[in-house]
């Protein structure tokens, strides 16, 4: 056997201890419960629109005013009763003249076929 020589070897120097650290991280869940409440609300308004419709009307009145005037009406015999009783029975009443067959249809003392006033009467004529 054939031994070979050793080198010279010295005493070791052993160094600090170097520290690492090797970090490994992981997460977790923590539920937090906020609870809340959303109440909606319909609101309805009602618009109340009142209304005044109007309509108008229009009328004419008219009234009529009959008047006798003194003198001789046109048609009537000179000295003819104007209305019955004015002047008593029957006076002025010429020959021919007529009564009538009921009261108030002809006035005592006229003439058949005058007019009882301006503008009526038989025989009236429109110019």
Not at 17 to 32: A, L
Not at 61 to 84: E, K, R, T
């Amino acid at each position: 056997m054939f031994c070979r020589p050793r080198p010279n070897m010295m005493a070791p120097i052993v160094h600090p201890t170097k520290h690492c650290q090797n970090n490994t991280f992981s997460e977790s869940v923590v539920p937090h419960i906020h609870p809340t409440h959303v109440n909606n609300v319909n609101h309805h308004k009602f618009n109340h629109v009142h209304y005044y419709p109007q309509t108008q009307s229009q009328s004419n009145q008219v009234s009529h005013q009959n008047f006798n005037a003194p003198g001789p009406y046109p048609g009537q015999v000179a000295g003819a009763q104007m209305g019955p009783g004015q002047m008593g029975p029957d006076p002025g009443q010429v020959a021919g003249a007529q009564t009538g067959q009921f009261p108030n249809q002809m006035f005592p003392g006229q003439v058949g076929g005058a007019q009882e006033g301006p503008g009526s009467g038989k025989g009236y004529r429109k110019k």
